[in-house]
């Protein structure tokens, strides 16, 4: 949930995120973007959509924020492009002295629990008529993971470590949002759940993400028994859901699609 302040290894996420960057990529295609923008990036992460984004912007500005110092740390060392910058922030609390043309985030908003102070706090910081565009996990993601999981984490081994497990990701229906921007006063203008088959290279591509975006599971555990954990959870996993022909793994994903303008 919102109040929890994960701990993400940056660049571990780097290594394994092929996936998330394939899909920022055909989010980023969206934008249509002119070059000269002046564009917000919410839970940029270790920075490379951010700074792909920046490439493309050359007489534009592009600033990201994100709540993790690991994930800043590891922008800041790698992208430094005049027209880019990071702030550590919370989605959730945004306070900028500068104001957006495009508002654009990618797997990142299904971690905050207050979507309502998310669009409230990013109003302010919109110029008129500015977009929004934002893909987060959403109602049914991954279902076959968590069914996994909750099996494990309720079953006689492991369930001694989740008495105060919470369950930390907020998979919203498209009338959630819908509702969310009209609240918050924003013209919707898609708002879409769209399923999406995500394809890991092998097992130990499927074990990657799961180790790098699935730890509030794994924090949980003593550490001499992650690794274990993570095992069992992609041999269940794999057992029904086996590797295709080329060795490679499939996870229904379903991506919430957010279009808005603020009037
Ligand atoms: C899966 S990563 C996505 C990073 C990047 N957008 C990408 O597509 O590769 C999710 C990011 O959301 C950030 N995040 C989660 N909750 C947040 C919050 N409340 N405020 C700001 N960032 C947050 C995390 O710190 C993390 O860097």
């Not at 993971?145 to 907020?170: A, C, G, H, N």
Request: glycine share 6%.
């Amino acid at each position: 949930m919102n109040s929890v302040k994960h701990k993400w290894d940056a660049k571990d996420y780097a290594e394994n995120s092929s996936a998330q960057e394939l899909w920022a990529q055909e989010l980023i295609d969206k934008l249509a973007l002119q070059g000269d923008e002046h564009l917000l990036d919410i839970g940029c992460g270790d920075g490379k959509i951010t700074n792909s984004i920046a490439e493309k912007l050359s007489n534009g500005l592009v600033v990201g924020i994100d709540r993790s110092e690991s994930m800043l740390g590891l922008a800041r060392e790698q992208f430094a492009l005049p027209n880019l910058s990071f702030h550590t922030m919370d989605a959730a609390k945004i306070d900028l002295n500068e104001k957006f043309d495009v508002a654009f985030s990618n797997a990142a908003l299904h971690w905050v629990n207050d979507h309502k102070a998310v669009l409230e706090g990013l109003k302010k910081h919109l110029n008129r008529n500015a977009k929004i565009l934002f893909q987060m996990g959403g109602h049914g993601n991954a279902s076959y993971i968590i069914e996994v999981m909750t099996q494990l984490i309720t079953s006689k081994k492991w369930k001694k470590y989740y008495d105060d497990f919470m369950f930390p990701y907020r998979f919203c229906k498209t009338q959630d949002y819908e509702e969310l921007l009209m609240q918050a006063g924003y013209e919707a203008e898609r708002v879409e759940l769209i399923p999406k088959d995500m394809i890991h290279e092998n097992v130990e591509g499927l074990k990657g993400w799961l180790r790098t975006t699935w730890f509030p599971y794994t924090d949980q555990l003593p550490e001499t028994e992650k690794e274990d954990f993570l095992n069992f959870v992609v041999k269940k996993y794999t057992n029904i859901h086996p590797p295709d022909s080329e060795g490679r793994t499939h996870v229904n994903m379903v991506r919430l699609e957010v279009e808005a303008r603020l009037p």
